[in-house]
Structures are given as C-alpha cells and as structure tokens.
C-alpha cells in the first residue's frame, strides 16, 4: 500500500460522507459558534476548483431581517428562472 493510500478506515468514512449528503434547503437556525465556523470555512476553501483558483466568497450575515429579505430575493430569482 503507498505512504499516501487511505486506510480502510479513512476510506469507509468517506464513502459514508459522501452517501449521507444531502443537499439542505431549510434550516434550523441558531448560532454557529466562531471555532467550528472557522474550521467549517478553512475545510471550504480546500475544496477543488479549476485551477485551484479558490474562487469561493462567504459571508456571514447576521441580522434576521436581512436574511429574510435575502431569502426573499433568491426565492423570485428561483421562480423568475423556474
């Protein structure tokens, strides 16, 4: 086996992530705690992309009532292109 194979372990893990996601369309609210937010991002920003240009942007926006007007624009975009 290469130095740089998965091991069975690591491999099964994976194959479970990738089996068990779901694509989200609502959600339940609250707060993301800073640390996890950083380690959520950090594991974003390694995802592939042509070139490895990373051209991902993330923001967070944490005022509810702008949230909800956001929503609200993408869901006319959504119907709008529908």
């Not at 690591?10 to 640390?35: C, N, S, T, W």
């Amino acid at each position: 086996m290469s130095e740089h194979a998965f091991s069975d372990a690591e491999r099964a893990a994976l194959y479970r992530a990738i089996g068990e996601r779901r694509d989200m369309r609502h959600f339940a609210g609250g707060e993301v705690a800073p640390a996890l937010l950083a380690r959520l991002l950090a594991a974003a920003h390694q995802a592939p992309s042509v070139g490895l240009m990373q051209p991902w942007r993330f923001i967070r926006i944490t005022q509810r009532d702008l949230r909800t007007r956001i929503q609200e624009l993408v869901e006319e975009e959504r119907l709008r292109t529908a």
